[in-house]
């Protein structure tokens, strides 16, 4: 796993502070450029742990509840291999960073209204700058940056403002969270997990020996949600209430971490409520009652899993570990869609 400390003003790697005809600046190192700040400019800044993960541990659980949508076949699954899973959703932050490398690489083309793939010959929508809700923007001219969103939800709800860093992303399409995952591993060095033409096919269809990040399959982020006592809740039996999730209490996201983590013993956040959570798979409603091992998707379909429920969810059954439901690939909506990574260990 990969920890690296950031800052909001920009990736800290080493930092000085220098005085100039008597104003104190601040050096920022990103590699072997360096931009300066004027201290006095700068209101705060603000460290935190990107990209982390956890292990989850392999093991057999009952996967659906019988009661949730596209739960209700119960059948036994066996996940032979741990594997790591985000922490949290990724942020707008997290999300900035890598997009600006991959533009940077040539991995992507955008526009001020849209980030278009560019790996491979690939041209899906990977994020839809043209609305409201979206908290990522590009200036037009080489250079990606945060903003407080405009919408009327947003702002009703901090009327005296936000930071969006910490926030979710909640406008990625799942073109673009895959993508996101292959951006990781190339500048990791991993191979990558996702095929970029056709399906897009995870590891040959074989998600679970995928050497680089990619996004949970829908069995793992069910079994994780409920671990290890197939709670209905990701926190527990009970029902929801507004100190559990972050679903219909406010009209926006709330920084990553802001409720207890849930499931507790894996000290994941927010795998109920916030946004939506793309994962791996195509999806289809009901998955039978036959037990499966290390389950993999049919290879096609119209839509991919999501989880999770969201901050203006229809139902707080949608917060249910069990509940399945699927979206649109190729269309990031308008709000909601975000992710979390995965990854086998020793794969």
């Not at 992303?169 to 500048?187: E, H, P």
């Not at 990040?213 to 926190?235: K, V």
């Not at 798979?281 to 290879?299: I, K, Q, S, Y």
Request: net charge negative; glycine share 10%.
């Amino acid at each position: 796993m990969r920890r690296a400390i950031m800052a909001i003003i920009g990736i800290t790697i080493l930092f000085g502070i220098s005085a100039s005809h008597g104003e104190l600046r601040m050096r920022i190192h990103q590699g072997v450029s360096s931009n300066y700040y004027s201290v006095a400019e700068i209101d705060s800044v603000t460290f935190f742990d990107m990209f982390q993960l956890v292990t989850v541990p392999a093991g057999i659980f009952m996967m659906g509840d019988g009661e949730a949508s596209c739960g209700l076949d119960e059948h036994e699954v066996t996940l032979t291999r741990d594997f790591y899973l985000g922490q949290h959703e990724v942020t707008n932050l997290e999300y900035l960073e890598m997009v600006q490398w991959a533009f940077d690489q040539g991995y992507v083309t955008a526009t001020t209204v849209s980030l278009l793939d560019n790996l491979d010959g690939g041209t899906e929508l990977l994020l839809d700058f043209n609305n409201s809700y979206s908290e990522i923007q590009f200036d037009g001219a080489g250079t990606f940056y945060l903003r407080q969103s405009p919408s009327n939800s947003a702002q009703y709800t901090y009327p005296d403002g936000y930071d969006p860093s910490a926030h979710p992303i909640q406008s990625a399409s799942w073109y673009g969270a895959a993508r996101f995952c292959d951006w990781l591993s190339l500048r990791e060095g991993l191979p990558r997990a996702y095929a970029h033409t056709g399906d897009w096919a995870c590891n040959n269809g074989d998600p679970y020996s995928a050497q680089g990040y990619r996004l949970p399959t829908d069995a793992e982020w069910e079994y994780a949600a409920q671990y290890d006592d197939e709670r209905i809740y990701p926190w527990g039996n009970e029902p929801h209430n507004c100190n559990y999730a972050n679903c219909n209490c406010i009209s926006w996201t709330r920084p990553i971490g802001s409720f207890p983590d849930a499931p507790g013993l894996l000290t994941l956040s927010d795998m109920a409520g916030n946004v939506y959570e793309w994962c791996n798979d195509w999806w289809l409603c009901e998955l039978g009652t036959t037990p499966v091992t290390d389950p993999v998707d049919a290879g096609s379909g119209n839509y991919r899993v999501i989880r999770g429920g969201s901050w203006n969810a229809s139902s707080t059954e949608e917060l249910r570990c069990s509940y399945r439901s699927g979206g649109t690939p190729s269309y990031p909506y308008r709000t909601k869609f975000g992710f979390r990574l995965a990854r086998t260990v020793n794969p």
